[in-house]
């Protein structure tokens, strides 16, 4: 029920700049579970969730790019019609507003994972938890 | 502490007597020992006798530093080679250098000038000083080198670059004054808090800083990084180098060192004389040089003068810290911009890095000024409304300050250039787009 680490990494919108973020993970054995990247104009703020968020702020920052580390809720639902509705219900019920939010599939297993960024992310998970809905933790993305 | 007392607070008639006497010797000698300044005083009607008061100063034609170009590289020079015993030269990025000579004479007058600063900003004989100016044909480095060995303080002539050399130096050898651009002094500060070494083994307490211009907010940022008290010193390659002018402990104004150099404020572009403690542009005349004496040297520096003593005890005049200079002004939209203004916006805000650079492009007939700086505060990343509510604060601020709209980019934090000697803040492509 504890809250996720996630990477966000400042990038100007140049070219090859994600890619060469990318490969800085690479080279530091850092695998990529989740990414999000919304157009920009000028800069953009690249997340991402990661086997070892530790060792990834490590090599970022030796590389000297500005990056930070922040807590957010990883939410597991079935990947049927109807379960993201319920989720994102029991939010709107609670007056729980998203920062922003992304996502990924997992088609083989049949579920999805919603990224979620709220200002109280233990009162958030309690409240999704008691509704039955599963909060993933840091152990189960590695 | 003075160096020099009786002449750095010799009461103000005696020093006036003192500077019509040095600038009749200075007119005459110009006259005679430089073909240059024949010609220009014949053309101008003046001579030794002409010059009654101080005041008559304004019948001499002023010097540029496109008159140094022109005479490169000796042009100037009033003495044989013979007598000449050191050459300097400007950085020479805008053209060919400017190219200076000493005698023995103006090399002792010089590190008598460099003591007399060291001294009012606190330097003595107990300080370990480390010169982070590069050596070489610069000025500013063996200025100060030599004032300090004359105080009898402990110079390491590290130079510039390796700063992370320069940092095991002071921790090791216990450095307790620096001498460096303001730009680099705050550079260095980055570097030492990003090593594994806590700032306590640093030792330092008197930053000597000069070479370019120190808002007040830079100074503040450089003082509470290192722990130390810091001062301004002013000088320029073509008048000797630095020890022009420099401040005491009481910082109000730098004290010109008046018994060898003679300011005057003017309009920088009628060269009418302004009144006192009005800004203008910063003209000099040498009292004393022999190697290259300059008659009413335009410096292009803004500032003001006050002749009121200190409270230190000093009756030379005091300079304000250099506003900006008459040929680094933008003019944008029709508004007089310094970049100095704009740093000190900069510097105020936390969340980002006090390197900055200015890009003025023309687009269509309008000139647009955009601000580059440095995102530092990685906590902001949370969200995109956070980085783009401190742009838009910065782009307020700044208007507030030059009156006019600028576009401020975020950057990545180290992608600014930094700079060992001046820094070079503007990048303006109108020039480009013609």
């Not at chain 2, 063996?142 to 105080?151: A, C, N, S, T, V």
């Not at chain 2, 109000?252 to 005057?264: A, C, I, K, R, V």
């Not at chain 2, 601020?397 to 250039?417: A, D, F, R």
């Amino acid at each position: 029920m504890t809250p996720v680490k996630q990477i966000s990494v400042f990038v100007e919108n140049k070219h090859g700049k994600l890619s060469s973020v990318a490969r800085y993970l690479a080279d530091g054995g850092v695998s990529i579970r989740a990414m999000c990247m919304a157009d920009t104009t000028d800069f953009g703020i690249f997340r991402l969730l990661v086997s070892d968020y530790e060792k990834a702020e490590k090599v970022l920052k030796a590389a000297g790019i500005t990056c930070s580390v922040t807590e957010v809720l990883v939410v597991e639902i079935e990947d049927t019609p109807g379960a993201f509705a319920d989720a994102m219900a029991v939010l709107a019920d609670n007056h729980i507003s998203l920062e922003y939010a992304y996502a990924f599939l997992t088609p083989t297993i049949g579920k999805a994972y919603i990224i979620i960024r709220v200002e109280d992310n233990i009162g958030a998970a309690k409240i999704l938890t008691d509704n039955g809905i599963k909060i993933v933790s840091q152990e189960e993305i590695v | 502490m003075f160096f020099q007392k009786d002449i750095e607070t010799m009461p103000r008639k005696q020093l006036e007597e003192l500077q019509l006497e040095r600038l009749k010797w200075t007119v005459d000698y110009c006259y005679k020992n430089v073909p240059f300044y024949t010609k220009k005083l014949d053309e101008a009607g003046v001579t030794a006798d002409k010059i009654k008061s101080l005041e008559d100063i304004r019948y001499i034609p002023p010097t540029t530093k496109a008159d140094l170009r022109d005479n490169y590289p000796f042009g100037l020079f009033a003495k044989p080679m013979k007598e000449i015993v050191r050459i300097h030269a400007s950085s020479g990025t805008t053209g060919k250098p400017t190219v200076v000579g000493y005698t023995k004479h103006d090399l002792d007058i010089w590190s008598d000038c460099m003591a007399r600063i060291c001294t009012a900003a606190g330097a003595t004989s107990d300080d370990i000083v480390q010169i982070s100016f590069g050596y070489g044909m610069f000025t500013g480095a063996l200025g100060l080198h030599y004032g300090l060995e004359k105080i009898g303080a402990t110079v390491i002539p590290n130079s510039s670059g390796n700063t992370e050399k320069a940092l095991m130096y002071m921790r090791d050898f216990g450095t307790t004054a620096l001498v460096a651009t303001p730009s680099y002094a705050l550079y260095m500060c980055e570097t030492a808090k990003s090593l594994e070494y806590p700032m306590s083994d640093y030792k330092l307490k008197l930053g000597l800083f000069g070479s370019e211009g120190c808002t007040p907010e830079m100074r503040t940022q450089i003082e509470n990084g290192w722990g130390l008290f810091a001062t301004d010193n002013y000088g320029m390659s073509e008048l000797m180098g630095p020890g022009v002018s420099g401040e005491c402990r009481e910082r109000n104004g730098l004290h010109f060192n008046e018994d060898f150099f003679l300011p005057e404020i003017v309009d920088s572009e009628t060269l009418e004389a302004k009144p006192e403690g009005e800004y203008g542009e910063l003209l000099v005349t040498t009292l004393t040089k022999e190697g290259i004496p300059l008659l009413r040297y335009r410096t292009r520096d803004i500032t003001k003068l006050t002749y009121e003593p200190c409270k230190c005890g000093r009756t030379h005049a005091r300079m304000e810290k250099v506003q900006g200079r008459s040929d680094d002004m933008l003019k944008i939209r029709g508004v007089n911009i310094f970049p100095s203004q704009i740093e000190s916006v900069l510097i105020s805000i936390d969340q980002v890095s006090p390197h900055y650079q200015l890009v003025v492009r023309r687009e269509g007939f309008a000139d647009t000024l955009e601000v580059q700086v440095e995102l530092v505060d990685s906590s902001l990343l949370d969200s995109y409304g956070k980085i783009q509510q401190l742009q838009k604060d910065i782009g307020r601020k700044i208007q507030t300050v030059l009156g006019i709209q600028c576009k401020i980019s975020i950057v990545e934090h180290g992608t600014i250039e930094r700079f060992v000697g001046k820094a070079k803040r503007v990048v303006d492509l109108r020039k480009e787009n013609k």
